[in-house]
């Protein structure tokens, strides 16, 4: 139940940050633990997440964090920095994890869900908390680099190669958006062909009615004939003692005249 879709294929950093809806730079301030809920599941499977049993044996919690910067450009968060934000969906699952320390920072993907919850964004399945490294720090200075850092994060300023790292931006665009096309064709194709095989399990079951109720006409058919015949054979008996009865009726008249 965890394996990945046959055409998956990995992303590079860059790549999925392009698609994230939220990135942010964030410090843990607290973490706090979380019943079980409705995120212990990859989305690519189908039906409902696993019952409580099934996921009692992990460690599920939230996090406060606090925004050491604003958000990523192109995020949809429109929060500065400073701000202080609870994070759900983290812990250790069945099938991926979701793990960060109180007191440490991290890069994050992040989504909202329709409840307004903030969780972890996993574009194509990968990881989407970073570790406050140099070396993840080079990798989205591009995303923060005009961004309202705290005084503590100079590091996170202009980088020599944003022009590079914006132009190989401008190529994932291309070729993910076609990839994403692509992703949405064959899920409109799937849909129909859902759609017609519920169709034509609809026709299937039809055609069951009409043949059932095509044997009980012919079952009927055949029992009316039984009875026509039946009664044409007691109507044929019955015609031939006519004569005979009209004979008497006939002898017995002339009989009572005679006497009279």
């Not at 309202?148 to 944003?162: E, K, P, T």
């Amino acid at each position: 139940g965890c394996q990945l879709p046959a055409e998956w294929r990995p992303l590079s950093e860059g790549c999925r940050a392009e698609l994230a809806a939220i990135i942010v730079y964030a410090r843990v301030l607290a973490l706090h633990p979380d019943t079980y809920g409705a995120y212990n599941y990859l989305p690519w499977q189908r039906g409902p997440p696993a019952g409580p049993q099934q996921g009692a044996g992990g460690l599920f919690y939230s996090a406060e964090i606090e925004l050491l910067c604003d958000q990523a450009w192109g995020s949809m968060l429109e929060v500065p920095a400073g701000s202080r934000l609870n994070l759900t969906g983290l812990g250790y699952f069945s099938c991926h994890s979701h793990t960060v320390m109180q007191g440490y920072s991290y890069f994050f993907f992040l989504r909202m869900d329709e409840n307004y919850i903030l969780l972890p964004h996993g574009v194509n399945f990968q990881e989407a908390i970073f570790p406050d490294t140099q070396e993840n720090r080079r990798m989205f200075a591009s995303l923060f680099q005009f961004s309202n850092c705290s005084q503590a994060q100079h590091v996170l300023s202009f980088s020599s190669d944003w022009e590079i790292q914006e132009d190989n931006r401008l190529m994932c665009s291309s070729v993910q958006k076609a990839l994403f096309e692509e992703e949405d064709r064959v899920k409109k194709l799937q849909q129909k062909v859902a759609a017609l095989e519920k169709r034509n399990k609809q026709l299937r079951d039809r055609v069951k009615k009409v043949k059932r109720s095509l044997r009980q006409a012919r079952k009927n058919t055949r029992h009316m004939e039984q009875m026509n015949r039946k009664l044409s054979e007691k109507l044929s008996s019955a015609g031939g003692q006519i004569p005979y009865i009209n004979s008497l009726k006939q002898e017995n008249s002339h009989a009572t005249y005679l006497k009279v």
